[in-house]
C-alpha cells in the first residue's frame, strides 16, 4: 500500500505562485503514474498533471503553461509548481499513485484570492 502525504497549500494572492509536494512510501520508480488531481466546490475531482515512471507528463489543457510538475527520485516526492494563481485555482489539490491500484493523499487546500 503506497502513502501519500501532500503539503505546499495555502492561500495567496491572484497572481502568486505556490509549490505544492507529495512524498510517497515507496520508490516512486515501482509507481507507474504520479498525479495531481483537483477538486473545486461542487465540481468533480480532475487531473491537472501527471508524471510517468518513465518521466513522461501530461498536463490539462488549462493549466499549460502555469503548471509544472516534476520530481525527485532520492526523496520519492513529486512536486506540482502553479504560477499565475488565479481564482479559478481555488480547490483542494490531491496527489494520487497508480500501481495496480489507485492510492490518494488526504488533500491540501489552494485557495486564491483576487
Known amino acids: 500500500q503506497v502513502q501519500l502525504v501532500e503539503s505546499g497549500g495555502g492561500l495567496v494572492q491572484a497572481g502568486g505562485s505556490l509549490r505544492l509536494s507529495c512524498a510517497a512510501s515507496?520508490?516512486?520508480?515501482?509507481?507507474?503514474?504520479m498525479g495531481w488531481y483537483r477538486q473545486a466546490p461542487g465540481k468533480q475531482r480532475e487531473l491537472v498533471a501527471a508524471?510517468?515512471?518513465?518521466?513522461?507528463?501530461i498536463y490539462a489543457d488549462s493549466v499549460k503553461g502555469r503548471f509544472t510538475i516534476s520530481r525527485d527520485t532520492a526523496k520519492n516526492t513529486v512536486y506540482l509548481q502553479i504560477n499565475s494563481l488565479t481564482p479559478e485555482d481555488t480547490a483542494v489539490y490531491y496527489c494520487?499513485?497508480?500501481?495496480?491500484?489507485?492510492?490518494w493523499g488526504q488533500g491540501t487546500q489552494v485557495t486564491v484570492s483576487s
Open positions: 494520487n499513485a497508480k500501481t495496480t491500484f489507485a492510492y
Open positions: 515507496e520508490s516512486i520508480f515501482s509507481i507507474n503514474t
Open positions: 508524471i510517468t515512471s518513465g518521466g513522461s507528463k
